[in-house]
């Protein structure tokens, strides 16, 4: 059984930072063969993709956006993905959920993504 587990959310004003962080772990899991991602989701709305990074962290992506606020980074030592989070805007407001995909590219789509954590809110206020 593969769990993911974030922490890191929490409450900032805009402007700010915050650096969520998923841990991955299953017997049968091996890390580094997943390619990570994050994505958020709003009340009434539909999940939406954040950032993903390749199975060896060479390859990133980002939605528009996030772009040049967020960055992901993995360690595969430890089994973690990160999110670092800068410029916060209260529109970033949302639980934030990590995913494990075993494709080999790195995916945006949430269909792709086989393996979801329960989620860390984060929210910025004005």
């Known amino acids: 059984q593969v769990q993911l587990v974030e922490s890191g959310g929490g409450l900032v004003q805009a402007g700010g930072s915050l650096r969520l962080s998923c841990a991955a772990s299953?017997?049968?899991?091996?890390?580094?063969?997943?390619?990570m991602g994050w994505f958020r989701q709003t009340p009434g709305k539909a999940r939406e993709f954040v950032a993903a990074?390749?199975?060896?962290?060479?390859?990133?992506s980002y939605a528009d956006s996030v772009k040049g606020r967020f960055t992901i980074s993995r360690d595969n030592a430890k089994n973690t993905v990160d999110l670092q989070m800068n410029s916060l805007k209260p529109d970033d407001t949302a639980v934030y959920y990590c995913a494990a995909d075993s494709s080999r590219v790195v995916e945006t789509l949430e269909y792709l993504y086989e393996y979801w954590g329960q989620g860390t809110q984060v929210t910025v206020s004005s």
């Open positions: 990074i390749s199975r060896s962290g060479g390859s990133t």
């Open positions: 299953g017997r049968t899991f091996i890390f580094s063969s997943y390619v």
